[in-house]
């Protein structure tokens, strides 16, 4: 295994807008370039190409951050503030897990929380790591704080497979539950399903059922999509040493196209719908995004929309309004 660089890189901003239509919020923040936790199906990992970089192994291996982020996001939100334009709601983590392994050296997505609450910003942070458990006592403090905790499986072999380095799910679990019992807002994300592996109406099964278990009561689910070159490659890549027999069903299934055909997908979305409900679990399209400047709700998910065929349908995205051609949304990142 090649052992893991940590890069400082020079970052301008830290609070980056967020133009698209589609997404329910207008800022958000990313503290690492690159992931410890080495998801094969990241769609962030190609991003490691705009920095020179591979986007094989040298994504979970080299890892960029950025070492004065807390300070230059004070100078942001200052000037902000003077032009009467100041954030009220900010996404942490829609690419890179805001608390990968070197946060809990660097405290960096920390430093971020404290300025935030400083200004009296809300977050919604993405992550699949406990480490987030740290910093409650700033998520006590800011405004409409929520927290979506990824998880896709509970099998031991799948989770080790396509998530080396993550935390396990039994202490994802766990997480979710202590912060409910914190009084912190959270969501769940069943992203990104896999087909043929995690897709089983025992496997969709057990995992609503132990989020429910862990208090969760919102969730959303979406299932893999690979929309870039080097996401594929190194996704075919580790499921042809891990699951040859399966490499040939992948292939014809995502060829031509970086999604499942909706004749696969809306079966097993109308299944989850009903798990859920069964469950009681709502969609994380029934409830409000804290207010940012989008200021809208999230559309509803794709399980809400198969078990709901007269609704319009574009695509499999979470969120309204999206075209179906567009690339694999954010909120899969870190949701995958």
Known sequence: ???????????????NAVTASSMPFDWSINPYRGCQHGCSFCYARSTHAYLGEAADDAFQHRIFYKDDAPTILLAQLQRM????????????????????????KTKLTRGCLETLAEFGVGVSITTRSPLVLRDLDLLRALPGASVNISLHTLDARIWRTFEPSTPSPARRLECARTLNEAGIRVHAFAAPILPLLTDGESDT????????????????SSFLRLSTPEVKSWFFSVLRTAYPELAEAYGKLYWHSARLPDSYRRPVYARIAAQMKRHGLSEIGAMEVPKGDAAYAFGSSPAARAASPTRSEKGDSPFPNVDSALPCQPVQLALF
């Open 1 to 15: 295994m090649n052992p893991t660089q940590y890069l400082p890189m020079r970052a301008k901003t830290i609070l």
């Open 81 to 104: 503030r003077a032009r009467g334009k100041l954030p009220s709601h900010v996404a942490i983590g829609t690419a890179t897990d805001p608390y990968q392994q070197l946060e809990a």
């Open 205 to 220: 099964e057990a995992l609503v059922q132990a989020l429910a278990n862990a208090g969760v009561r919102h969730m959303m």
